[in-house]
């Protein structure tokens, strides 16, 4: 099981930007799938971007596509989530989670939270009008 650790949420206007970071513990993080979800009040979880081990694929929900990328670097074992021209609805909490299961055997890059299994505690991200 890999620790996770989110950070970089704020409050920021709509049209701004922030970066998250992701933190992951141990030598293991830079094998598996990472994804970043989020949460809004009253909402489910939803999908926002997944990234490969060696980060060349990534996948986005449409809702984020041309304004959020993810990337990582393995040598800190950090993804992050590079979030710009920023709207109220992409206020939520924001989780990044690990698919430490489907490590030597996932063919798809995992896009739904049942897919992952170390999650972090959150980040709250709001964006004001």
């Known amino acids: 099981q890999l620790h996770l650790v989110e950070s970089g949420g704020g409050l920021v206007q709509a049209g701004g930007s922030l970066r998250l970071s992701c933190a992951g513990s141990?030598?293991?993080?830079?094998?598996?799938?990472v994804g970043w979800f989020r949460q809004g009040p009253g909402k489910e979880r939803e999908f926002v971007a997944t990234i490969s081990w060696s980060g060349s694929r990534t996948v986005y929900t449409d809702s984020v596509k041309d304004r959020f990328t993810i990337s990582r670097d393995n040598a800190k074992n950090t993804v992050y989530l590079q979030m710009n021209s920023l709207k109220p609805e992409d206020t939520a909490a924001y989780y990044c989670?690990?698919?430490?299961?489907?490590?030597?055997?996932?063919?798809?890059?995992?896009?739904?939270?049942?897919?992952?299994?170390?999650w972090g505690q959150g980040t709250q991200v709001t964006v004001s009008s």
């Open positions: 141990g030598r293991t993080f830079s094998r598996y799938f």
């Open positions: 989670a690990a698919d430490v299961s489907g490590w030597g055997s996932r063919l798809d890059v995992p896009t739904t939270p049942a897919d992952f299994d170390s």
